[in-house]
T-cell receptor, first 115, second 108 residues
Framework: NAGVTQTPKFQVLKTGQSMTLQCAQDMNHEYMSWYRQDPGMGLRLIHYSVGAGITDQGEVPNGYNVSRSTTEDFPLRLLSAAPSQTSVYFC??????????????FGEGSRLTVL | RKEVEQDPGPFNVPEGATVAFNCTYSNSASQSFFWYRQDCRKEPKLLMSVYSSGNEDGRFTAQLNRASQYISLLIRDSKLSDSATYLCVVNTGYALNFGKGTSLLVTP
């Protein structure tokens, strides 16, 4: 089973470049989300979506855009990369928003370095 | 103030020991609670949900105290394979808020 697939796994960017982190899930989950994880900061929610066509901001949305045109895909766009966006990015999905027993399934992570 | 607070550790314990982790959360409207496990450079994975009455899964016991806004995880008979970071997770509406994690190292 594929589960949640993120690409690329590693990426190096220069300041000011743009890029898109891809996320796809094959579990027919309504809820998808993007987190970033930094040393000493834990996982912080960037954006989330409760279904196709619906997105909302999380704790740290600045500098990132998302869209949800299909149930399966939830790409994260960095508009103009900055060194502060160097991080490990995780995409996660769930049947629900995590309420009750809605387990979050994570991708393997994308390690981004911005020079 | 972070919504979910954990002692970062590290907790270094010998095999067979019992170890407990604590977590506090700030939003009294939080609806559901979880412990996730994260191995080094890997993605987090659900360890167990936390129910109001407390629940057990093998060597792991989770407790919730809504009045004190406090969650705990007890690991009995620690194994080397339990070495990981344990993340306290609280649901508030449409987001799961993660604590920074508590690092556990079980030594021979």
């Amino acid at each position: 089973n594929a589960g949640v697939t993120q690409t690329p796994k590693f990426q190096v960017l220069k300041t000011g470049q743009s890029m898109t982190l891809q996320c796809a899930q094959d579990m027919n989950h309504e809820y998808m989300s993007w987190y970033r994880q930094d040393p000493g900061m834990g996982l912080r929610l960037i954006h989330y979506s409760v279904g196709a066509g619906i997105t909302d901001q999380g704790e740290v949305p600045n500098g990132y855009n998302v869209s949800r045109s299909t149930t399966e895909d939830f790409p994260l766009r960095l508009l103009s990369a900055a060194p502060s966006q160097t991080s490990v990015y995780f995409c996660a999905s769930s049947f629900t928003s995590g309420r009750e027993d809605g387990e979050l399934f994570f991708g393997e992570g994308s390690r981004l370095t911005v020079l | 103030r972070k919504e979910v607070e954990q002692d970062p550790g590290p907790f270094n314990v010998p095999e067979g020991a019992t170890v407990a982790f604590n977590c506090t959360y700030s939003n009294s409207a939080s609806q559901s609670f979880f412990w996730y496990r994260q191995d080094c450079r890997k993605e987090p994975k659900l360890l167990m949900s936390v129910y109001s009455s407390g629940n057990e899964d093998g060597r792991f016991t989770a407790q919730l105290n809504r009045a004190s806004q406090y969650i705990s995880l007890l690991i009995r008979d620690s194994k080397l394979s339990d070495s990981a970071t344990y993340l306290c997770v609280v649901n508030t509406g449409y987001a799961l808020n993660f604590g920074k994690g508590t690092s556990l190292l079980v030594t021979p």
